[in-house]
Each structure stands twice: as structure tokens, then as C-alpha cells.
């Protein structure tokens, strides 16, 4: 017997095995939070799967998502990340990586690390929603508003509510599987 799934991920095995392994699962870890923070970016506009596709060439064209290297990237690394065929190709979306990455590291410095400052939007305790279908499944919350204020208050860029509920749903802020879905409690 198959394992019943959220269905905006069926028929694609990386769709698959990213719903199956990581969204919604609790993220502490900076970089990690980091590097969703911006794919979540470049996906703006675009569908998740576009961006999970290319992945790999984020990694690679954006230091493993180093924070503190891309907070020093210049104009030159930026021209070089827009001839980069392998990668989404936005000079907004690349500029606002870098200022996000200033900015990323201005929050650890007044928090102690970003995930103290993220997950205290939450009280450290993921929200489960209860959601029976896709299409019940908010685009923004009101806490996803006030996250993205904050975030743009911080010096962030690029950053709608939107793209932070999407970010809160990848990172298990909220636990967005559907109630019948084989990871709705499992998310670990």
C-alpha cells in the first residue's frame, strides 16, 4: 500500500521526497534557515518545484549558502551570478540576498542566532493547522504579516507575507500536511 500524501507533491519523485523528508519538519539550524529563506526568495513568482530543480546550482553558485560569505559579495559576484544559466537569474532577488544576508547576521548578533529570533514568533512550538484539503491551506496568515514586517523593519528585502508563510510552512513554524497525509504528526 502507498503512503498517502500531500497532493501538491504527487508525481514527481523530488517533489516527493522533499514533502517526505523536509518541509515541515522544525529547522534550528542558521544555515539551514538561511538557505530556505532563500530559496524561498527566488521562488517568488515562480513554482516551488522550479526552484527545487535547481537547488543543487543555488548551492553551488551561492557558497553553500554561506551567510557570511554572501554578506561580502560585490558587484562583480552579482554579475557573475546573473550570466549564471544553472541559477534563476534575478538581479532583485540577488541583491536582496545579500542585503537579507547583512541583515541575517545583524539578527544573530542581537538574538544570539536567528533561529532564537524566529521561532520566538511562535514560543518555540510549531503551529499544526488541521487542514482536510490544498485548497483550505492559507497563502498568508496574519502572522505571517507581522513576521514579514518585522523581517522588512530588520533590513530584510523581498519578503512578503506570502513568501514568509511559504518559508514558515518549509521550516515547521506551521505544519501545513494535510490531516490524512502520512507526515501530519510525523514531522521529525
Request: proline share 3%.
Amino acid at each position: 500500500m502507498s503512503k498517502i500524501r500531500c497532493d501538491w507533491c504527487l508525481g514527481d519523485k523530488l517533489y516527493e521526497n522533499y514533502h517526505d523528508k523536509e518541509w515541515g519538519v522544525p529547522v534550528f539550524d542558521d544555515r539551514l534557515l538561511f538557505e530556505s529563506l532563500t530559496l524561498e526568495t527566488f521562488q517568488a513568482g515562480l513554482s516551488w518545484i522550479t526552484v527545487l530543480r535547481k537547488r543543487e546550482h543555488f548551492k553551488k553558485a551561492f557558497d553553500n549558502f554561506d551567510y557570511r560569505k554572501i554578506a561580502s559579495y560585490n558587484i562583480q559576484k552579482e554579475d557573475e551570478l546573473m550570466s549564471n544559466p544553472s541559477i534563476i537569474r534575478n538581479r532583485q532577488k540577488i541583491e536582496s540576498t545579500i542585503k537579507n544576508a547583512k541583515s541575517f547576521m545583524k539578527i544573530q548578533k542581537s538574538k544570539g542566532s536567528f533561529s532564537n529570533y524566529i521561532w520566538e514568533f511562535v514560543s518555540g512550538n510549531p503551529i499544526l493547522n488541521d487542514y482536510k484539503k490544498s485548497n483550505e491551506i492559507p497563502t498568508y496568515t496574519s502572522l505571517s504579516k507581522s513576521i514579514s514586517k518585522d523581517l522588512k523593519q530588520n533590513g530584510f528585502k523581498f519578503i512578503g507575507p506570502t513568501i514568509v508563510y511559504s518559508y514558515m510552512q518549509s521550516i515547521g513554524i506551521v505544519n501545513d500536511h494535510l490531516v490524512d497525509c502520512f507526515r501530519y504528526l510525523k514531522v521529525d
